[in-house]
């Protein structure tokens, strides 16, 4: 509180004041059996039994806002002031506390007006206005900690470490975008988990002994539990109707997925799916794609519904997916069918049209002997015909993909066919012709 220390009493709800000052930090200390106090500006340490002050620290001209001991008697002090202070405690006596106080502000390598220091394992970490710095303490000087990109330029004004190796923040941007959360050398800057309540300045970050972090702001005073978070963020996308040519319902829901052979002219569907937590509390936002049409996501959005027009002939699989107001995604929901191919496009048909080409072209040799040299030259002329069409058929698709849907393969077939019929005509009528004064002879 503004006006003092309160000891509150957990069972009753109640609370009284056992000190009055204008407090913005405090600590106990086991070692000493102490309570260091972060003041406005100044340090007291009091006697955690009677609350009286055992010692006013002399040369603190700042506000104190975070107070961290290394377990050994030594603590280092932040501000918000341009200030940075080493306390070293030495006997604690009734009649007094000897000490020893420096001023570490010049030792510092950067320009910060906020000093946020914090345990890391033995390292010393400083949070300021610019990101994380290592705080050297034999050389007793600060160095730019090698750290997550997203942080170098965050104004960290909370900063807490727990016993898992991670870093729990609190930081604001230039625009003052609050983000709270965790940071470790292998996940990097999560804060997502945090942001529902994203809205307000944090003003007391800390870890109690059963890992929870407990987080005040302006809005209230919330408890996180990690271990809660990430078993509730596993949770399903489900696909709850598929609808065939706008109306014949194909898949209602349920657990048994069929996978439907469809017929070319059934090629257009459309997918309803949805998700949903009860501790979310906001909607959901949705992705999806067709594997087999699409090669990546659709863009995340709240729409729960995809329609696909003139699919193609081929094996499909329509995915889903979500994500919550934490941004965890959800497992993929997947449908798997697939569409035939019209008649004129199976492997029967291909295969009828070789055995014709192959017919044509028996005939062809056929006629072609004696003087039976009309009748060869009208069948080599189908043939030649013939075969132009199947390697249209046979090609065109492919080509297609390319030119964007315009005919450019097939215009420029029937150019080459047109421009060689003429040519071939005489060619062959030349062939037969000789071949038939041979026979004769």
Same mark, same amino acid.
């Given at each position: 509180?503004?006006?003092?220390?309160?000891?509150?009493?957990?069972?009753?709800?109640?609370?009284?004041?056992?000190? +009055?000052?204008?407090?913005?930090? @405090?600590?106990?200390?086991?070692?000493?059996?102490?309570?260091?106090?972060?003041?406005?500006?100044?340090?007291?340490?009091?006697?955690?039994?009677?609350?009286?002050?055992?010692?006013?620290?002399?040369?603190?001209?700042?506000?104190? #806002?975070?107070?961290?001991?290394?377990?050994?008697?030594?603590?280092?002090?932040?501000?918000?002031?341009?200030?940075?202070?080493?306390?070293?405690?030495?006997?604690?006596?009734?009649?007094?506390?000897?000490? +020893?106080?420096?001023?570490?502000?010049?030792?510092?390598?950067? +320009?910060?007006?906020?000093?946020?220091?914090?345990?890391?394992?033995?390292?010393?970490?400083?949070?300021?206005?610019?990101?994380?710095?290592?705080?050297?303490?034999?050389?007793?000087?600060?160095?730019?900690?090698?750290?997550?990109?997203?942080?170098?330029?965050?104004?960290?004004?909370?900063?807490?470490?727990?016993?898992?190796?991670?870093?729990?923040?609190?930081?604001?941007?230039?625009?003052?975008?609050?983000?709270?959360?965790?940071?470790?050398?292998?996940?990097?800057?999560?804060?997502?988990?945090?942001?529902?309540?994203?809205?307000?300045?944090?003003? @007391?970050?800390?870890?109690?002994?059963?890992?929870?972090?407990?987080?005040?702001?302006?809005?209230?005073?919330?408890?996180?539990?990690? #271990?809660?978070?990430?078993?509730?963020?596993?949770?399903?996308?489900?696909?709850?109707?598929?609808?065939?040519?706008?109306?014949?319902?194909?898949?209602?829901?349920?657990?048994?997925?069929?996978?439907?052979?469809?017929?070319?002219?059934?090629?257009?569907?459309?997918?309803?799916?949805?998700?949903?937590?009860?501790?979310? &509390?906001?909607?959901?936002?949705?992705?999806?794609?067709?594997?087999?049409?699409?090669?990546?996501?659709?863009? @995340?959005?709240?729409?729960?519904?995809?329609?696909?027009?003139?699919?193609?002939?081929?094996?499909?699989?329509?995915?889903?997916?979500?994500?919550?107001?934490?941004?965890?995604?959800?497992?993929?929901?997947?449908?798997?069918?697939?569409?035939?191919?019209?008649?004129?496009?199976?492997?029967?048909?291909?295969?009828?049209?070789?055995?014709?080409?192959?017919? $044509?072209?028996?005939?062809?040799?056929?006629?072609?002997?004696?003087?039976?040299?009309?009748?060869?030259?009208?069948?080599?002329?189908?043939?030649?015909?013939?075969?132009?069409?199947?390697?249209? *058929?046979?090609?065109?698709?492919?080509?297609?993909?390319?030119?964007? &849907?315009?005919? *450019?393969?097939?215009?420029?077939?029937?150019?080459?066919?047109? $421009?060689?019929?003429?040519?071939?005509?005489?060619?062959?009528?030349?062939?037969?012709?000789?071949?038939?004064?041979?026979?004769?002879?």
């Amino acid at each position: 509180m503004n006006d003092g220390m309160y000891e509150v009493d957990l069972k009753t709800s109640s609370s009284r004041l056992v000190h +009055e000052c204008y407090p913005w930090t @405090c600590m106990y200390d086991s070692l000493n059996d102490i309570i260091l106090l972060g003041l406005d500006p100044g340090v007291q340490i009091l006697d955690p039994t009677s609350m009286e002050v055992l010692a006013d620290i002399e040369g603190v001209e700042a506000p104190i #806002r975070k107070i961290v001991g290394d377990g050994k008697g030594t603590y280092w002090l932040g501000s918000i002031a341009d200030a940075f202070y080493r306390l070293t405690i030495g006997e604690v006596t009734a009649e007094g506390v000897q000490y +020893e106080l420096v001023d570490l502000w010049e030792n510092l390598k950067f +320009e910060s007006s906020v000093v946020e220091p914090v345990f890391f394992g033995d390292s010393l970490l400083l949070g300021t206005n610019y990101g994380l710095s290592y705080f050297d303490q034999i050389e007793q000087e600060s160095t730019k900690l090698v750290q997550d990109s997203l942080l170098d330029s965050l104004y960290i004004h909370r900063l807490i470490s727990d016993e898992r190796g991670a870093l729990w923040l609190s930081t604001a941007n230039d625009d003052n975008r609050i983000r709270t959360g965790k940071w470790s050398a292998k996940g990097g800057f999560q804060y997502n988990m945090f942001e529902p309540i994203s809205d307000a300045f944090v003003r @007391c970050l800390e870890v109690d002994q059963q890992g929870r972090v407990w987080v005040g702001n302006a809005n209230g005073l919330y408890v996180f539990d990690e #271990r809660d978070f990430e078993v509730s963020n596993i949770f399903n996308t489900h696909i709850r109707r598929v609808r065939l040519n706008q109306k014949e319902v194909l898949f209602n829901g349920g657990y048994e997925r069929p996978k439907p052979v469809l017929n070319f002219n059934q090629n257009d569907l459309e997918f309803s799916f949805s998700s949903f937590r009860v501790m979310d &509390g906001t909607p959901h936002n949705y992705s999806y794609r067709l594997k087999g049409l699409e090669e990546s996501w659709s863009d @995340c959005n709240k729409i729960s519904e995809a329609r696909f027009n003139n699919i193609p002939p081929g094996k499909y699989v329509f995915m889903a997916k979500s994500k919550n107001m934490y941004e965890a995604e959800s497992k993929i929901a997947s449908f798997a069918f697939s569409i035939s191919p019209p008649w004129y496009e199976t492997g029967w048909y291909y295969l009828g049209q070789a055995l014709v080409f192959l017919i $044509l072209i028996g005939l062809t040799l056929y006629f072609s002997r004696g003087s039976a040299n009309r009748y060869s030259e009208a069948l080599i002329l189908i043939t030649i015909i013939t075969l132009f069409e199947f390697v249209i *058929l046979a090609i065109e698709p492919y080509v297609d993909n390319y030119a964007n &849907g315009v005919p *450019l393969f097939k215009l420029g077939m029937n150019i080459i066919l047109a $421009l060689s019929l003429n040519p071939m005509e005489r060619f062959l009528r030349n062939l037969f012709k000789k071949r038939t004064t041979q026979s004769q002879a």
